[in-house]
C-alpha cells in the first residue's frame, strides 16, 4: 500500500497533465539477476523519460530493492531536475555586489587558465562586471554570497550561459521533519563522491581495493563477470566513498560500468554503490542496444554523461589500461557481507550527521554552500529540492573536451596523501561514470 507522501509523488506524473512523465520499469535481463548480492532480493530499476519539449532535462532514473521504491526515486529525480530548472531566484550584475560579498569564478575549482586560453575551447568564460550572480548562504554560519547563477540552477536564469551547469550538488527528499537536512546531506556527499572520482581518474591513480566477500566473487566470476571495489575516500573526509567497478556479459558483449557512493558509514556507500553499478549494467546494455550505431568511440567525442556510461561497453579494449585497474592495489580494507546493507539515515538524524561533516571538510579548508531551488508545483508533491555547492572541490564532466582541471584539481597529496600518478596529465582515457 503506497504511503500519503508516496500518493503525492505519483500524483504530479501523468501523460496529460503531469509535470513529469510517468515512472516505468526498466525490465532487467536474466543475467543482471544478481540477487545473492542483496540478500535473495530482487533490484528494480525505473525511469521517467526525457521531456522533448525541454531540452535541459534528461531521462531520469532510479534503482531499489523494490519496484515502488524504484518508481518513486525516478519521479523524484525527474522533479529535482525540474525544480532546479525552473525555480525563480534573483540575479544581480557583478558590479551591484561588494567584493566581499561574492566568490567570483576563479574561487571555483573549474577550469584552469590554460585550458580556457585556447582557441577551440567551449567555455573560455571572460569576467565582466555585468556577468550575473544569485545568492547562496554558507551552512556554517548561513552568510549570504553572491555566485556566478550557472552554479546554482540548472542553466542561467537571464542572458546566455557561462559556464556548464551541473546536476552534482542537487538532491530532493520528502518534506518531512528533518527531510530539508537529508537533501543537504545527500548532496553534499554527491559532491565529495564526484571530487573523489574525478581527481582520482583525472591524475591517474592507480585504485585502494577493497576485499569483497568471497561468494560474491564466485557468483560474478560464474557469469563470465568481474567484479571489484575502490576505496576512494580523501584523507579529510569523515564519510566514506566507495566505487564499484566490473562487468556482465550480455548477449555474447561485455559491459563495463562503475557505481560510486558516499555515505557516513562504508557499508552503506558499498551498498549504494553496488546498487549503482547493476543500474548501470541494465542501462548500458539499454542504450547500446538502441544506439549503439551513433554512440561515440573515442574519447575526445564523448559530450554527455549517458556516453560515458556506454563507452567502455563500446570498447571494452581499453578497460584493463585505465590506471585504476592497471595501477591497483590492495587498500587493507575488507567488507563482510553481514556490514553491507542499506542503513538508511533518518531524517531526525541528517543535521547532526551534516553538522559533523561540515566541521571535518571546514577544518581541511573546504566550505560548503547551500540554496533551496523548491518550486511551488515540486512542493505540492511533498518534496525539497536543495543544492550545495563548493568551490574547493573538483566536479565531473560530461563533455570530454572541458574536463574541470582548475583549482586544486591535481592536489593529489592533499586529499591521497603519498599516491601516485600513473601517465600522462589529464587521464585521456574518460572516466566510466553515467
Known amino acids: 500500500m503506497r504511503t500519503l507522501s508516496d500518493h503525492l509523488l505519483h500524483s504530479v506524473a501523468g501523460a496529460r497533465c503531469g509535470v513529469v512523465l510517468p515512472a516505468h520499469a526498466l525490465q532487467a535481463e536474466p543475467c543482471d539477476d544478481i540477487g545473492p548480492l542483496f540478500d535473495g532480493l530482487r533490484v528494480h530499476n525505473a525511469a521517467t523519460p526525457a521531456d522533448p519539449a525541454n531540452p535541459w532535462q534528461t531521462a531520469s532514473g532510479a534503482v531499489a530493492l523494490d519496484a515502488g521504491g524504484a518508481a518513486s526515486g525516478a519521479i523524484a529525480e525527474a522533479l529535482e531536475r525540474i525544480a532546479a530548472a525552473q525555480a525563480t531566484f534573483e540575479v544581480r550584475p557583478r558590479r551591484e555586489i561588494p567584493a566581499d560579498a561574492r566568490l567570483d569564478d576563479a574561487k571555483f575549482a573549474l577550469f584552469s587558465d590554460a585550458q580556457r586560453a585556447k582557441p577551440e575551447f567551449p567555455w ?176 575526445m567525442a564523448l559530450r554527455r554523461f549517458d556516453e560515458h556510461a556506454a563507452f567502455y561497453t563500446l570498447r571494452p579494449e581499453l578497460w584493463a589500461q585505465t590506471p585504476l585497474h592497471a595501477h591497483a592495489a590492495p587498500s587493507g580494507l575488507r567488507i563482510d557481507a553481514r556490514d553491507v546493507h542499506a542503513r538508511s539515515t533518518p531524517a531526525g538524524d541528517a543535521a547532526a550527521q551534516l553538522q559533523t561533516l561540515n566541521a571535518a571538510l571546514g577544518h581541511a579548508g573546504i566550505a560548503l554552500f547551500y540554496r533551496e531551488l523548491t518550486t511551488r508545483d ?43 600518478s600513473h601517465g600522462a596529465w589529464p587521464n585521456p582515457l574518460p572516466h566510466p561514470l553515467g
Open 124 to 299: 573560455p568564460m571572460p569576467q565582466t562586471d555585468d556577468d550575473l550572480l544569485a545568492e547562496v548562504h554558507a551552512l556554517r554560519d548561513n552568510r549570504a554570497v553572491w555566485v556566478p547563477q550557472e552554479l546554482v540552477g540548472l542553466g542561467p536564469r537571464q542572458g546566455e550561459a557561462r559556464m556548464p551547469s551541473t546536476s552534482s550538488g542537487l538532491a530532493a527528499w520528502r518534506d518531512t521533519q528533518g527531510g530539508p537536512w537529508l537533501a543537504v546531506l545527500r548532496a553534499a556527499q554527491e559532491l565529495l563522491e564526484r571530487d573523489a572520482l574525478a581527481v582520482t581518474w583525472s591524475n591517474g591513480l592507480g585504485g585502494r581495493t577493497v576485499e569483497l566477500p568471497a561468494e560474491w566473487r564466485t557468483f560474478v566470476a560464474a557469469r563470465g563477470g568481474t567484479l571489484s571495489a575502490f576505496e576512494l575516500t580523501q584523507h579529510w573526509n569523515p564519510h566514506p566513498v566507495v566505487a564499484v567497478a566490473g562487468s556482465l556479459p550480455f548477449e555474447g558483449r561485455p559491459r563495463y560500468v562503475m557505481g560510486i557512493a558516499c555515505r557516513a558509514h562504508r557499508g552503506e556507500a558499498l551498498h549504494k554503490a553496488l546498487l549503482e553499478w547493476v543500474q548501470a549494467l541494465t542501462f548500458a546494455a539499454w542504450l547500446v542496444g538502441r544506439q549503439g550505431d551513433t554512440l561515440p568511440r573515442t574519447p
Open 378 to 420: 515540486v512542493a505540492a508533491a511533498g518534496l525539497r529540492v536543495m543544492r550545495v555547492l563548493s568551490p574547493q572541490l573538483t566536479g565531473l564532466h560530461a563533455d570530454e573536451r572541458a574536463p574541470f582541471l582548475g583549482g586544486r584539481c591535481r592536489d593529489v597529496a592533499w586529499r591521497y596523501p603519498g599516491a601516485a
